[in-house]
């Protein structure tokens, strides 16, 4: 059995055929699909989702894409949407400071320390609800690490997700207590940096997911990514670290429900 600890099955792209990608999930042997939010909309569709299956749950959050348009009100409904037993984590949140307009790594100066000033609220969120974080981090590394420093003093489970840093970024990471997971870009012809820092990652600290509908796996390049690929993460962790795939999956899955608490 496998965990795709990340995906987006609320997404427009999932609209036309939706049931369909989540028979072939159980199909496949995904056991587990943890739906994560983007803003508040998806958190309601990642719910109705839980809602409707048994092996679905959801992670409530607010990306950083959308800091400038989150205020109080947003934070207290998202606080409202933790309530619900099937929300097993908080996220997707974090720091992102890749300019998507002009395509450059710097965004302006307001919009990173609103950024900061939500993350710090949703760590605060965490704390009280008593779930675990899910981070996403671009660009943005010793600023993520610095709020962490400062804001996880009374432990916080959390995991930075489709993990794509330094070596020394993760060394930081794993020492600070977070997880890591990883996603089908480390199949990708190019990605030998990543796939040395899957090897370098101990099986028990890291989490397979897909980030579907983005980054398909090698193999299935050109068409929509979907939870049922995590068996070629899988594939490639195993690959990497010269395991058995049954290995990678029994331990990857173990860590996912032991955080999670599913």
């Known amino acids: 059995?496998?965990?795709?600890?990340?995906?987006?099955?609320?997404?427009?792209?999932?609209?036309?055929?939706?049931?369909?990608?989540?028979?072939?999930?159980?199909?496949?042997g995904i056991g587990?699909?943890?739906?994560v939010a983007a803003d508040l909309s998806g958190a309601v569709a990642s719910l109705k989702l839980a809602a409707e299956y048994d092996f679905i749950f959801a992670a409530a959050g607010i990306h950083p894409h959308y800091a400038l348009k989150t205020g109080e009100d947003e934070l207290k409904r998202l606080r409202v949407l933790t309530d619900n037993e099937k929300v097993v984590a908080l996220g997707e949140v974090g720091l992102d400071y890749y300019n998507h307009e002009s395509r450059e790594y710097s965004i302006e100066r307001k919009i990173k320390l609103k950024?900061?000033?939500?993350?710090?609220?949703f760590i605060e969120i965490a704390k009280v609800k008593e779930l675990p974080i899910i981070f996403h981090c671009r660009e943005a590394h010793e600023d993520l690490l610095a709020i962490l420093k400062d804001n996880l003093k009374n432990r916080v489970k959390a995991v930075v997700h489709c993990f794509s840093g330094t070596?020394?970024?993760?060394?930081?990471?794993?020492?600070?207590?977070?997880?890591?997971?990883?996603?089908?870009?480390?199949t990708y012809k190019k990605a030998d940096g990543l796939r040395a820092l899957v090897y370098y990652v101990p099986l028990e600290e890291m989490f397979l997911e897909t980030d579907a509908p983005f980054l398909t796996p090698q193999a299935k390049r050109?068409?929509?990514?979907?939870?049922?690929?995590?068996?070629?993460?899988?594939?490639?962790?195993?690959?990497?670290?010269?395991?058995?795939?049954e290995k990678v999956a029994d331990i990857t899955t173990s860590n996912a429900r032991l955080f999670f608490n599913i």
Do not use: W
């Open 222 to 245: 050109g068409k929509r990514n979907e939870p049922s690929y995590t068996r070629y993460v899988a594939q490639e962790v195993a690959r990497i670290k010269n395991v058995d795939e």
């Open 32 to 35: 587990y699909i943890i739906n």
């Open 1 to 28: 059995m496998l965990i795709d600890t990340h995906c987006h099955l609320d997404f427009e792209q999932f609209d036309a055929d939706r049931q369909d990608v989540i028979n072939r999930a159980k199909e496949k």
């Open 115 to 121: 950024q900061q000033e939500l993350l710090c609220a």
């Open 167 to 186: 070596k020394e970024f993760l060394k930081d990471c794993l020492d600070s207590g977070l997880k890591v997971s990883f996603t089908a870009n480390i």
